[in-house]
């Protein structure tokens, strides 16, 4: 079955990095686009980063252009999202995303990142 695992969220200043992990299974990661979403409290999920299966094209979204990079290492099944010059708005839960797999959208449990001092 399909299963994607985030991991690296936590709790960081202002100005501050973090590098989220998506563990992929149970489907051909390498065929497949991948997205990171997020969301924040009171708030509708939000399309952050996506990236296409071999990794050539790269989509962000707005507010974070120019501070994320979504990323993926095909052989390892893993996809990244690294953070950089983090704002007290880029608070939320961070969901990885796959969807078209037999017709369903899959997604993680989700990862927390708040950012504060």
């Known amino acids: 079955q399909v299963q994607l695992v985030e991991s690296g969220g936590g709790l960081v200043q202002p100005g501050g990095s973090l590098r989220l992990s998506c563990a992929a299974s149970?489907?051909?990661?390498?065929?497949?686009?991948m997205r990171w979403y997020r969301q924040a409290p009171g708030k509708e999920r939000e399309l952050v980063a996506t990236?296409?299966?071999?990794?050539?094209?790269?989509i962000y979204a707005d507010s974070v252009k120019g501070r994320f990079t979504i990323s993926r290492y095909n052989s390892k099944n893993t996809l990244y999202l690294q953070m950089n010059s983090l704002k007290p708005e880029d608070t939320a839960v961070y969901y990885c995303?796959?969807?078209?797999?037999?017709?369903?959208?899959?997604w993680g449990q989700g990862t927390q990142v708040t950012v504060s001092s």
């Open positions: 149970g489907f051909t990661f390498s065929s497949y686009s």
């Open positions: 990236i296409t299966s071999g990794g050539s094209m790269t």
């Open positions: 995303h796959v969807g078209g797999i037999t017709g369903r959208d899959y």
